[in-house]
């Protein structure tokens, strides 16, 4: 995808049933604008992905699914696989802070999640970001350094592309605490100086990098105005139709 496209992610976490979450896409369909410069893409729970894959008009919205597990096939009772996917989901979001604090992921399943998407078309946004913790030790920058090395340590720079990364730090995630836009200017920047030593300037140029933890409308237009965030991924906003769209419409004023 162009560089000069804002991502605009709305991850729906375990929220709305079925009904619900068809509702409120329809909802969302009629009051979002398909613009050339904006993507936007939902995260709903993984039932609805098939329905909503026939339910939406591609060009408005894409699908992500929020976690699958990395093997494709097998005596793994309760996943679903990215095989299973492909075609349904055109991305995945892969190390969210919830997945690793709260299932206990480690590196070696999100690099292996990470490598699963690619290998199924499906474009992984590998989510990395320091706990509060981490950030008072000062720690941010080898947190962040240790994360992308876990989850890109077998992608190839043809595969790169295909990757989003999201930079989230963990204490800003649905705690209405916002980061600063020059904290998030930094930690992008040591992101892409990162990609820069693993794959080149060119690569660190040109990796899609998103922000989220507590975007709201009213502080979309901060984030989205820095230079290195190419665009958002949103969480609880996510779920009021209004708030989202106006996120949707700051994305493609600031492009
Ligand atoms: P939030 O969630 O916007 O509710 O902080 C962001 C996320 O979890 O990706």
Redesign the pocket.
């Known amino acids: 995808m162009a560089k000069d496209k804002k991502l605009i992610?709305a991850?729906f976490?375990m929220n709305l049933n079925m009904h619900e979450t068809s509702l409120y896409v329809k909802e969302l369909a009629d009051m979002v604008k398909v613009h050339r410069d904006v993507e936007v893409v939902l995260a709903p729970t993984t039932l609805t992905l098939q329905s909503l894959s026939l339910q939406v008009n591609h060009r408005q919205f894409k699908l992500a699914v929020q976690n699958f597990y990395w093997r494709d096939s097998g005596a793994f009772t309760g996943e679903v696989s990215a095989p299973q996917l492909r075609g349904i989901a055109q991305y995945a979001?892969v190390g969210?802070?919830?997945r690793r604090h709260i299932f206990h992921e480690h590196e070696k399943d999100i690099r292996a999640k990470v490598q699963a998407a690619v290998r199924n078309d499906i474009r992984p946004i590998l989510?990395v970001g320091e706990t509060a913790s981490e950030r008072a030790e000062g720690e941010t920058h080898s947190v962040l350094h240790d994360q992308l090395i876990g989850g890109l340590i077998n992608i190839t720079s043809e595969d790169l592309e295909k990757v989003v990364i999201?930079y989230?730090p963990v204490w800003?995630?649905?705690?209405?605490r916002n980061a600063m836009p020059s904290d998030v200017t930094a930690a992008i920047r040591a992101i892409r100086n990162q990609i820069k030593h693993l794959y080149g300037a060119a690569h660190a140029e040109s990796v899609q990098v998103l922000y989220?933890?507590?975007?709201?409308a009213e502080s979309a237009a901060d984030y989205l105005a820095l230079s290195d965030v190419d665009g958002l991924?949103?969480?609880?906003?996510?779920l009021d139709a209004r708030a989202f769209t106006e996120i949707i419409n700051k994305a493609h004023k600031a492009s």
Do not use: F, W
């Not at 989220?212 to 709201?216: D, I």
């Not at 991924?233 to 996510?238: C, D, K």
């Open positions: 992610v991850n976490k979001l969210h802070s919830e989510c999201a989230e800003a995630i649905g705690t209405g989220g933890g507590s975007v709201k991924l949103v969480g609880g906003a996510s």
